[in-house]
Structure formats: structure tokens, C-alpha cells
């Protein structure tokens, strides 16, 4: 048995037996974003007081999202197709989901970016979003909708953007 099949597994295997885990697998994998995205534009506007340092971290998060998400994630997957468990193992996902390939996680490539862009505004906040980041892809592989080496290639996808982007505008910076 593969590692990444041992680990979904055990995942998998609180899921269908308790309404209220249920509940939770789904909200944390499903609707916990929202709360993310929102408390983001909360900090934003909250704690970054000079417009120009708003855009600056802004960009800086639309950027590294862009990349990973957009351009990165569906690079590889045009390239290549992992079908999701629910479909490779003929099991039942807790909430439906397109049949789109699973490797990388586009919602981990996407999130992953906005944590690590929130410690452009406070450090404390953004070990909270990096955590809660990382509960909501566990959610995703209980959920049956991801493997976990879907989740751990969207964080890393992520965290190559953020440190592109970084490079980019640190080499930008020297050249102005």
C-alpha cells in the first residue's frame, strides 16, 4: 500500500460515520475559505494603514496566487491527470466535486499563497492562516476529494510563488 494511500485512508475513515465530523469535514474543506478571504481583507485594511503599502501587499498576494494557482497548478495539470479518490477508489466524497485531476491542489496552490502574503501584515495572524490553511486540506483528503500528496503539492507550489515573487520585486527594487 502506497504512503500517500495509507494517509488518505486514514483520513477518509472519519468521514460517513458521525453527522457532526461530517459537518465539520465540510465546512473546514468547503466553506472555511470565505472565512479566510475575509479576515484577509480585514487585516489588510485594518492593520496596513498607508495605501501604498495596501497595494504593495495586494499585488504582492494576487501575484504569487496568479502563478501558483493559475499558471503553475494547471500547467501540470494539463500535463498530467491524477483522478481524484472518490474516483480512483470508487468511494463517495461528504460534498459533490468536479472531475477535474486532483495533483496539485488548486485550493492549497491558492490559500497556501494568501497565508504566507498575510505575514506581510502580522506575523501572529499568519501562522493562523498557515495553520488553518493546512486544516482545511486535511478536511479536503477526509472529504474524499484530494490525496495528500495533492495538498503537499499545492503548499509547495505556493511557497515557490511567494519566494518567485519576492525575488522578482527584491531584483526590481535594485534595478530602480
Known sequence: MSFDLFIFQAFYGLAHHNKVIDWLIIFFAGYFQYILLALAVYLLF?????????????????LSAIISRGLITEIIRFFYHRARP??????????????????????????????LAVFLINRKWAWFFVYSVILMGLARIAAGVHWPSD??????IAIGSYFLVK?????QNKTA
Open 46 to 62: 485594518s492593520k496596513i494603514k498607508d495605501w501604498r503599502r495596501k497595494i504593495y501587499i495586494l499585488s504582492f498576494f494576487s
Open 86 to 115: 472518490f474516483l480512483a477508489l470508487d468511494i463517495s466524497p461528504l460534498f459533490n466535486h468536479d472531475l477535474a485531476g486532483s495533483f496539485p491542489s488548486g485550493h492549497m496552490a491558492f490559500y497556501f499563497a494568501l497565508a
Open 151 to 156: 495538498i503537499l503539492g499545492g503548499i509547495l
Open 167 to 171: 525575488k522578482i520585486i527584491l531584483s
